[in-house]
């Protein structure tokens, strides 16, 4: 229950003819009246105790008497016409509002309930009093609504707080104060008073004690320590010494497997493939460039493919195959012998491809000795064809798309005659 302003000035600004209520006892027409329990009553009798009795008059008549602010029992001193009653109460600084942060009565009887505030302490409630204004926390100076500042504090990093073991400072009275993050740490490695364990609690010593009596406990018990550590030590040596005849034992087998397993590999013939897409063609025709290709291996033969777009200027492309330096050499066999096919592929039908195949011979092997011998540089000298075909027939579209050509290259060595 309460006071219906509201009520009364929708009663004052209404433009239709009718009746209202004059006070009968004091004479005043709704002289401080306001409306209780959407009644009107004399705001001037009912306090007073006084009995009295409603008088309706004509609104026409109502609108030439003064009235006095319907909240003068607010502290409001306004008097003037009925008519400007409307207009005053909507600047009246007695008037209630709405908190402009929307603010609820936290206890008792209205807990819930929206809080309404006179137009005149608007501004210091929002500023001092509301329960949602921003306030800084004084120690991590952050901001947080006033009603929620104790469990913000409850979790504050910079709260100060007392050591939870109640250590005191050095050379001061009482207990020492420290932020909420730097208690973990404190706890970790500066409070005299936390319980740790030995220095030598790996080894076998199983004591715990405050911080500050680790060196007393050290000094007492060095001997039983040392003989605890030397223990423990030769434990330990034994144990690598175990894990290290186990490795060596596994890294044996392993060698004899990888042994076992090159002995296999070379005990065959093996053949190596390179399918090589080359890009950009036409441009290394014109400026009659040399490619190379990704080392490949034929087996444990390490070997690279070069292409020669204009050899000796004789608008020839040139294929030349050559063995490189390898990490397996010392275990092939030298020279090496081989048969090299070199495709070049049909892009229309993949059918009627362009095919180059030429065993090497000892007439070879004697002509060229660098060709085929142990690698000793990084890499031997190539060998080939020179004229694998002619640049104008490669750029038929047959060979040549997108600008650019697949070559397939194959290498399969062969016993030594």
Same mark, same amino acid.
């Given at each position: 229950?309460?006071?219906?302003?509201?009520?009364?000035?929708?009663?004052?600004?209404?433009?239709?003819?009718?009746?209202?209520?004059?006070?009968?006892?004091?004479?005043?027409?709704?002289?401080?009246?306001?409306?209780?329990?959407?009644?009107?009553?004399?705001?001037?009798?009912?306090?007073?105790?006084? #009995?009295?009795?409603?008088?309706?008059?004509?609104?026409?008549?109502?609108?030439?008497?003064?009235?006095?602010?319907?909240?003068?029992?607010?502290?409001?001193?306004?008097?003037?016409?009925?008519?400007?009653?409307?207009?005053?109460?909507?600047?009246?600084?007695?008037?209630?509002?709405?908190?402009?942060?929307?603010?609820?009565?936290?206890?008792?009887?209205?807990?819930?309930?929206?809080?309404?505030?006179?137009?005149?302490?608007?501004?210091?409630?929002?500023?001092?009093?509301?329960?949602?204004?921003?306030?800084?926390?004084? /120690?991590?100076?952050?901001?947080?609504?006033?009603?929620?500042?104790?469990?913000?504090?409850?979790?504050? !990093?910079?709260?100060?707080?007392?050591?939870?073991?109640?250590?005191?400072?050095?050379?001061?009275?009482?207990?020492?104060?420290?932020?909420?993050? !730097?208690?973990?740490?404190?706890?970790?490695?500066?409070?005299?008073?936390?319980? @740790?364990?030995? #220095?030598?609690?790996?080894?076998?010593?199983?004591?715990?004690?405050?911080?500050?009596?680790?060196?007393?406990?050290?000094?007492?018990?060095?001997?039983?320590?040392?003989?605890?550590?030397?223990?423990?030590?030769?434990?330990?040596?034994?144990? +690598?010494?175990?894990?290290? #005849?186990?490795?060596?034992?596994?890294?044996?087998?392993?060698?004899?497997?990888?042994? +076992?397993?090159?002995?296999?590999?070379?005990?065959?013939?093996?053949?190596?493939?390179?399918?090589?897409?080359?890009?950009?063609?036409?441009?290394?025709?014109?400026?009659?460039?040399?490619?190379?290709?990704?080392?490949?291996?034929?087996?444990? /033969?390490?070997?690279?493919?070069?292409?020669?777009?204009?050899?000796?200027?004789?608008?020839?492309?040139?294929?030349?195959?050559?063995?490189?330096?390898?990490?397996?050499?010392?275990?092939?066999?030298?020279?090496?012998?081989?048969?090299?096919?070199?495709?070049?592929?049909?892009?229309?039908?993949?059918?009627?491809?362009? @095919?180059?195949?030429?065993?090497?011979?000892?007439?070879?092997?004697?002509?060229?000795?660098?060709?085929?011998?142990?690698?000793?540089?990084?890499?031997?000298?190539?060998?080939?064809?020179?004229?694998?075909?002619?640049?104008?027939?490669?750029?038929?579209?047959?060979?040549?798309?997108?600008?650019?050509? #697949?070559?397939?290259?194959?290498?399969?060595?062969?016993?030594?005659?």
């Amino acid at each position: 229950k309460g006071w219906r302003v509201d009520l009364l000035v929708e009663k004052l600004s209404s433009k239709v003819e009718e009746k209202v209520l004059l006070c009968s006892n004091c004479g005043g027409l709704l002289r401080d009246a306001c409306i209780y329990e959407e009644e009107f009553r004399c705001g001037v009798c009912i306090p007073e105790g006084v #009995a009295w009795q409603p008088v309706k008059m004509n609104r026409t008549i109502v609108d030439e008497k003064m009235i006095y602010c319907p909240l003068k029992w607010r502290g409001c001193g306004w008097s003037d016409r009925v008519s400007a009653a409307v207009h005053h109460l909507e600047e009246c600084v007695y008037y209630p509002e709405v908190c402009p942060l929307g603010c609820v009565s936290l206890e008792g009887e209205r807990k819930g309930e929206v809080i309404k505030i006179e137009r005149r302490n608007i501004l210091e409630h929002v500023r001092d009093s509301c329960h949602l204004r921003e306030v800084l926390c004084e /120690y991590c100076e952050g901001k947080v609504k006033a009603s929620e500042m104790n469990p913000h504090l409850e979790d504050c !990093d910079e709260f100060p707080l007392h050591c939870p073991n109640g250590c005191s400072k050095e050379g001061e009275e009482g207990l020492r104060e420290l932020k909420r993050k !730097d208690i973990p740490v404190h706890l970790d490695n500066h409070c005299p008073l936390q319980k @740790v364990q030995c #220095a030598y609690w790996e080894h076998g010593c199983r004591e715990e004690m405050e911080r500050r009596q680790t060196d007393t406990h050290e000094r007492e018990f060095f001997h039983i320590h040392f003989k605890l550590s030397m223990t423990d030590i030769k434990q330990k040596q034994t144990e +690598s010494t175990n894990k290290i #005849a186990i490795l060596e034992k596994q890294n044996s087998d392993k060698d004899l497997q990888i042994a +076992s397993l090159t002995k296999a590999l070379l005990s065959q013939l093996p053949t190596g493939r390179l399918e090589w897409n080359v890009k950009e063609v036409k441009q290394k025709i014109e400026n009659k460039d040399i490619t190379y290709s990704d080392p490949f291996y034929v087996g444990l /033969y390490k070997c690279q493919c070069i292409i020669y777009w204009d050899f000796e200027s004789t608008d020839n492309v040139g294929v030349f195959i050559r063995i490189m330096r390898g990490d397996f050499d010392e275990k092939l066999h030298w020279p090496i012998r081989y048969r090299r096919t070199l495709v070049l592929i049909n892009r229309v039908n993949n059918k009627d491809n362009f @095919v180059n195949s030429r065993e090497l011979t000892n007439e070879d092997l004697e002509k060229y000795p660098n060709s085929f011998k142990r690698p000793t540089e990084h890499e031997n000298n190539g060998l080939g064809t020179r004229s694998l075909i002619s640049n104008t027939k490669l750029l038929e579209e047959k060979y040549y798309e997108q600008d650019s050509v #697949a070559l397939h290259i194959s290498v399969e060595v062969l016993p030594s005659l």
